[in-house]
């Protein structure tokens, strides 16, 4: 294997419109852990909505990892182990929360299986709904609901109003915690330092490799960082233009199987 880490995106990346990974995809994957190869699935999802492709693609089986919020909790899947997490400041909370309440937008966390909110049928809420394979519970106050600690809240809206929201929200509590767009649509509210690039460090030195041995695959902005730090990154033809510009490698669409396509070009040196 010409690269021995492989990590993946989900959405809009390993994942087709239906939010599935398709035969030939998962042929490509079964057959470069089978060689010896780490999977990584590096999603901003909660970890209970990886873990459905996390089985499929049995990285149970040949060491594989999941890395959910953006980074914030990397958990080995075989022993379902958490080797690392980190959480938001109690003290951002409330202000998110204001935040989020005053200019109307719905402010999302996430329960056991459940995502939890007071909007329950705002359209960007079911839309993370849909994508998670997570249940929406509403609640008529999301202060009192969260679970102690939380890694991630996401923020949603019309994304036009989004990119405001982020300039806002990084002035107010950028110094204490870390905001960015997943999508045009969300909002990602995360402890401050996680992104995808340096959970992925964290974790290549735990296993024994380097950034070199990585191969990472993604499509929008959180992806930059892992595109950047991989030996070779990967943007898929669907990808967002900023990540299209930054990566090593422009690969077929994940409606084409592009990641199959870009293993087999990498790390076999072969057409698909």
């Not at 959405?11 to 990974?21: A, I, M, P, R, S």
């Not at 490698?249 to 698909?272: L, P, R």
Request: hydrophobic share 40%; with cysteine.
């Amino acid at each position: 294997m010409a690269y021995r880490a492989i990590a993946l995106d989900l959405d809009g990346t390993l994942t087709n419109h239906d939010k599935e990974v398709t035969p030939i995809t998962r042929q490509a994957l079964m057959k470069a852990q089978k060689d010896g190869a780490h999977i990584i699935l590096a999603s901003g999802r909660p970890t209970y909505g990886i873990a459905p492709i996390a089985d499929h693609l049995e990285i149970n089986k040949y060491d594989g990892y999941v890395l959910s919020y953006n980074g914030g909790k990397i958990v080995k899947w075989q022993t379902k182990e958490e080797i690392y997490s980190n959480h938001l400041p109690n003290d951002v909370i409330p202000i998110l929360y204001n935040y989020a309440k005053e200019k109307g937008h719905a402010l999302l966390g996430y329960s056991g299986k459940e995502i939890i909110t007071e909007m329950p049928d705002d359209k960007y809420v079911k839309e993370e709904s849909r994508i998670n394979k997570m249940q929406i519970r509403k609640i008529n106050n999301l202060m009192e609901s969260l679970e102690p600690n939380p890694t991630k809240l996401l923020m949603t809206g019309d994304p036009s109003l989004m990119i405001k929201a982020e300039e806002e929200l990084s002035e107010l509590v950028g110094n204490r915690m870390d905001v960015f767009r997943s999508a045009p649509f969300f909002i990602e509210l995360v402890p401050r330092g996680i992104d995808k690039a340096q959970s992925l460090n964290r974790l290549l030195g735990l296993i024994g490799l380097t950034s070199n041995d990585m191969i990472a695959f993604g499509d929008g902005y959180n992806d930059l960082s892992m595109l950047k730090l991989a030996g070779i990154g990967v943007a898929m033809a669907n990808a967002v233009p900023e990540v299209r510009a930054e990566a090593d490698f422009i690969t077929k669409s994940n409606e084409e199987d592009g990641v199959a396509f870009a293993i087999q070009k990498f790390c076999y040196n072969t057409d698909i």
